[in-house]
Each structure stands twice: as structure tokens, then as C-alpha cells.
């Protein structure tokens, strides 16, 4: 029977299934319920608290009665802000009437993708890469293109595969950088490469750069929305979850060509009406706030992306990069002879450490682990004691 009401949902429903994180986490829950002790290293949030100066905004615009319908791109003063945001790290000259403001960086990505997408065009994205973007690929019933990252190239794409996939028929090119699982940022040369392409074609990009302010060892971030030259093919897709400690607030946003905002605003009016008033708001004063809490946080992250990477290098039969972004690290378990998904639940049951297998990002993030640093130091330490002896009896 279930079967029969599944079979008459929309064939695009089909495709649809559970992330990686979440069943991890489900599972990790129901060992802590049996009273075992688990080391979270599965969760792609910040374990530091959203500031305050943001809540107490929020709790103010409440209190103030802020809490009604606002236009679907969002309240001008948050879409302004965004855009000096934009001007000033980017060295661009764009208004705050290409910027529309979105209930997550989900949702900003899910519009990107349905205002572009036709059934059957091609799709360029990073395998491993964050799910959703395969995931809404066959969603929106296109022709997928995943593009292997190269350990060696600190996980950038791999540029000779690229130069294969690209071709007149590619609609969409997906960047992530700094990428989630691997924490790989992309060279100015690999973006250089992909600009040209874009350059002489009819396609789009959408940059998926959640994690642009989450940079270390003072990277000059290479951002593809740079391009001026390119900016009426480009999306921006980014949001306050990873930066601001915001991942339960639900807000982020889009930078489009001018040209198709309001046809962003009509699908944005009857997919979502509006972002949360009172969360744009608390977003508003995260951006005009002080950015010492977002410093340390990048700073504490930096310590311990140090101290694991040094540390997971130490343990026999590991492999692991240096990543220049984000709060993951993406080591290489080749060396055991066994696949993602048997170490990480061989982790999980033996050692009581929860990460997740490179295959929940796609099939090219086979022989890895990701493991997410956005945990104290101590769970760091514990985490590493548990799985080098848990490794050694493999
Ligand atoms: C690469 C990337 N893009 C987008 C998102 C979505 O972020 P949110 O919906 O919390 O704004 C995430 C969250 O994990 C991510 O890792």
C-alpha cells in the first residue's frame, strides 16, 4: 500500500532521499540512547554561540512588533548591507536590487537551480560535493557532469576533466569554495580556466561561497564572483549559517544579474512569501556588528584545524591535506583496504566517534572520511585517541 500513494507522488520525488549527516546523526542518537558515550564529528555547524548583539536584535525586533509580512526579497536596509558586503570583498559595483534575501542558503541555492534548470540540460558540480546540488540536479530531471576533486590540488576540481565535461550543451557549472566535505579552496588559476570557458558560452554559474569568511593562513580568497566581465552569468548563493553561528535561524540570501530579479521576487513571493522579519533583522546587525566573535572563531578553528591535521597525519595508514577553508578535513583511508561506509561505521560502533563517509558526498569521495572540527579541543583529542586504536586492530 505504501508503495501504491508513493507511486503516485511526481516522478521527480523519486530522487529524493536521506543526507549522509542525518543518518549518521540518527544513528550516533540511538547509541547515545543505549548509554554509549559518541564524539560528534559528523556536524557541519559552528559549536560556537550565535553572538549576542545578533539575539538580542532579534529578541528587540519581537518586542517591537517586527513581525508581520516584509517584500519577498527582504527589508532594504539587510539587502543594502549585503550588497556593501558584496562591493567591498569582491571589488564589484552591484546594487542592492540584484540581492534577495532567503529563508537559508538552501533555499537560495533551490531557487538558483529552478530559475535556470530545464529537464535534460547538463550540470558541471564538484564530486565529492555538498549533496543538494546532485540531489536537486535529478530533481529538476538534468543531465548530471560531476567533476572529481584532486587530493593533490587541494581539492580544486580536476581541470582535464573539466575541460572534457564542459561543451555548448552545459547550462550550469556549481562552484563550492572553500568546498564542503573537503575544505579545498580553488586556485585563481582553476576559476581563470572556468572564466574563459564561461566567457565564450551561453552558461550560467552559481558560487556557492558559504564559507568565504572562514578562511585561514590570511588566503587571499579567491572568489569567482570577481568576474565582473562575467557577472550577468553568475549567481551568488550565501548565507549567515556557517559564518554568524546562525544555522538554526534560517537565513541567506542570492546576488543575481539585475536583468532576472524579478522574476526571482515572483518565485521567491509564492515559494516563501518572505524571510522570518525579526531573523532579517538579527542578520542586519550581525553584518553591521563588530567582527570580534566571528575572528575568534576563525582563529580557534585555524588551532584546531592545525592540531588535527597534524595529528591525523601521525596515525598509520592516514593521509591528510591541509585545507585552507571551511571547518573540515577530508583524510585519505585508502590505505585499509576498506570502504568509506565500513570505516565510518566501524568508527561509529568501535571507537564512538561519528563522522561521515566521502560516499555521502558522491561517488569520487570514496576512500575518504570527513570529519568536521567544529567541536572543542578536548573532543578533538579524545576523537583521535579512540580511532588510531580502533584503526590499529583493523
Ligand atoms: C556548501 C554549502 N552550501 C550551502 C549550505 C546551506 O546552508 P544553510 O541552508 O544552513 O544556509 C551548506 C550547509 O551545510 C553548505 O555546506
Known amino acids: 500500500m505504501p508503495d501504491k500513494i508513493q507511486n503516485s507522488l511526481s516522478a521527480r520525488m523519486s530522487v529524493l532521499k536521506a543526507e549522509g549527516a542525518y543518518n549518521v546523526l540518527t544513528k550516533a542518537t540511538q547509541l ?24 538580542q536584535e532579534a529578541i528587540r525586533a519581537i518586542k517591537k512588533g517586527l513581525t508581520k509580512y516584509t517584500p519577498p526579497l527582504g527589508i532594504m536596509p539587510l539587502r543594502k548591507r ?15 536590487k540584484q540581492i534577495a534575501v532567503t529563508p537559508s542558503g538552501k533555499t537560495a541555492l533551490f531557487v538558483a537551480m529552478a530559475a535556470l534548470l530545464e529537464k535534460g540540460d547538463e550540470v558541471i558540480y564538484p564530486n565529492p560535493g555538498f549533496p543538494s546540488y546532485e540531489t536537486l540536479a535529478r530533481f529538476f530531471g538534468c543531465k548530471l557532469r560531476p567533476v572529481p576533486l584532486l587530493e593533490k590540488n587541494n581539492f580544486s ?64 580568497y579567491p ?7 562575467l557577472n550577468n552569468r553568475i549567481i551568488l548563493v550565501d548565507g549567515f549559517s556557517k559564518t554568524f553561528s546562525m544555522t538554526g535561524w534560517r537565513i541567506g540570501y542570492l546576488s543575481v544579474p539585475k536583468e532576472i530579479i524579478d522574476k526571482i521576487d515572483y518565485l521567491l513571493t509564492h515559494l516563501v512569501g518572505c524571510t522570518a522579519t525579526f531573523i532579517q533583522y538579527a542578520a542586519l546587525a550581525g553584518l553591521e ?16 584545524r592545525n592540531f588535527i591535521v597534524k595529528r591525523l597525519n601521525q596515525i598509520d595508514g592516514i593521509i591528510c591535506q591541509k585545507p585552507q577553508g571551511a571547518f573540515y578535513v577530508f583524510p585519505n583511508i585508502k590505505y585499509f583496504g576498506k570502504s568509506s561506509k565500513f570505516l565510518a561505521d566501524y568508527l561509529l560502533r568501535t571507537a564512538g566517534v561519528a563522522l561521515l563517509d566521502g560516499t555521502s558526498f558522491g561517488k569520487f569521495g570514496e576512500g575518504y572520511l570527513r ?24
Not at 223 to 229: E, I, L
Not at 373 to 386: F, K, P, S, V, W
Open 32 to 55: 547515545e540512547a543505549e548509554g554509549k558515550h559518541i564524539i560528534h564529528w559528523e556536524i557541519g555547524q559552528p559549536d560556537f554561540p550565535t553572538p549576542v548583539n545578533i539575539s
Open 289 to 304: 556588528g563588530k567582527k570580534t566573535e566571528l575572528n575568534k572563531m576563525i582563529a580557534e578553528f585555524q588551532k584546531r
Open 157 to 220: 576540481f580536476d581541470m582535464k576533466i573539466f575541460t572534457t565535461l564542459f561543451s555548448k550543451r552545459t547550462k550550469v557549472i556549481i562552484l563550492n569554495s572553500p568546498g564542503n566535505p573537503t575544505g579545498g579552496v580553488m586556485s585563481q588559476d582553476d576559476l581563470a580556466v572556468i572564466a574563459e570557458a564561461v566567457k565564450n558560452s551561453n552558461c550560467w554559474v552559481i558560487t556557492d561561497e558559504m564559507y568565504s569568511r572562514i578562511i585561514y593562513d590570511n588566503l587571499n
Open 371 to 394: 570529519i568536521s572540527y567544529a567541536t572543542n579541543m578536548d573532543n578533538l583529542n579524545e576523537g583521535l585517541i579512540r580511532i588510531r586504536k580502533a584503526l590499529a586492530n583493523i
Open 82 to 96: 549585503i550588497a556593501q558586503e558584496i562591493i567591498h570583498s569582491r571589488g564589484l559595483d552591484i546594487s542592492e
Open 223 to 229: 572568489s569567482f564572483y570577481s568576474y565582473k566581465h
